[in-house]
């Protein structure tokens, strides 16, 4: 098919991106809002090494509120990547950890993690340019 200016259309505009998609594809915009967010990321790719516990999690994810951290743990827990074991000792002692479906997330986190190591400068370079460009 050409246009009126004789131009052939991209296949993958005509197609569309997600061409294998259902129409009603929300649910795949709501997993990906979920898995798409930086507490998400972060948090999954500390969880790699194994369980840990609510103030270690605290204490190395950069810049996160309890509060943030709690409602984040709690999602996650609820879309079944992450568990909740709450031992029974005291003092109380809970332990996050990835579930086998958290677990295949990880090489996904972890390569955009190496792809935002890799490209920073180059984004924050356009961020740069972009910004003269416009002043």
Same mark, same amino acid.
């Given at each position: ?5 004789g ?7 005509e197609?569309?991106v ?5 129409k009603?594809s929300?649910?795949?915009r709501e997993? &990906?809002d ?8 972060l948090?999954i790719?500390t969880?790699?090494d194994?369980?840990?516990?609510y103030t270690?999690?605290?204490s190395v994810?950069?810049?996160i509120?309890q509060?943030? &951290?709690? &409602?984040?743990l709690?999602q996650?827990?609820?879309?079944g990547l992450?568990t909740r074991?709450a031992?029974?000792e005291?003092?109380?002692r809970?332990e996050y950890?990835?579930?086998? &479906? ?9 390569a955009l993690?190496?792809?935002?190591v890799t490209?920073?400068?180059t984004?924050?370079?356009?961020r740069?340019?972009?910004?003269e460009?416009?002043r």
């Amino acid at each position: 098919m050409t246009s009126a200016a004789g131009v052939h259309p991209s296949p993958v505009r005509e197609a569309g991106v997600c061409s294998g998609w259902p129409k009603e594809s929300g649910f795949i915009r709501e997993v &990906l809002d979920r898995i798409g967010d930086k507490w998400t990321i972060l948090i999954i790719g500390t969880l790699r090494d194994g369980p840990l516990r609510y103030t270690e999690l605290h204490s190395v994810v950069p810049g996160i509120s309890q509060r943030m &951290l709690t &409602l984040t743990l709690q999602q996650l827990a609820r879309d079944g990547l992450v568990t909740r074991t709450a031992h029974p000792e005291v003092p109380p002692r809970v332990e996050y950890a990835l579930t086998p &479906l958290g677990r295949s997330l990880l090489d996904v986190v972890m390569a955009l993690s190496a792809w935002a190591v890799t490209h920073y400068e180059t984004v924050a370079a356009n961020r740069r340019a972009a910004d003269e460009a416009t002043r």
